[in-house]
């Protein structure tokens, strides 16, 4: 279960500006804004934050989600894969299902200290 104040979240911030600034090369001055932890979601930590950064000269700002792999605790599927989570949101994009653009999976433990994925956040209601 992640903190939603101190070490964890200063962890999460430094890694996700590091990660997407390498993932968006031409994003000048990437900064994490705002990271919360919404309390829905039970299959997965999932954490809501801000990135803004700066292209063409013009401030630029995205609402995003990061879902962390589950680490511990119940868990809501039988065989936990979040790999195959985000391979089936990704194979959803060109359809009429409504679903958050994607922005990457990462499996390097070493970033963030579990998997994850981020994609953008979108409105809707949860299950």
């Known amino acids: ?29 990437l900064e994490i804004l705002n990271l919360t932890k919404p309390q829905a979601g039970a299959s997965n930590e999932t954490l809501f934050f801000d990135v803004s950064w700066t292209s063409n000269a013009a401030r630029q700002t995205k609402s995003m989600v990061v879902r962390l792999a589950a680490a511990s605790g119940p868990q809501v599927y039988p065989t936990y894969d979040l790999a195959l989570q985000y391979r089936v949101q990704e194979s959803l994009q060109q359809t009429d299902v409504p679903v958050p653009r994607l922005h990457g999976l990462e499996e390097d433990r070493s970033i963030l200290g579990v998997p994850f994925y981020v994609m953008e956040r979108i409105e809707g209601r949860l299950p």
């Open 1 to 29: 279960m992640i903190q939603t104040d101190g070490p964890d979240f200063e962890k999460i911030t430094g890694g996700l500006t590091r990660w997407l600034s390498a993932q968006w090369p031409d994003a000048l001055d």
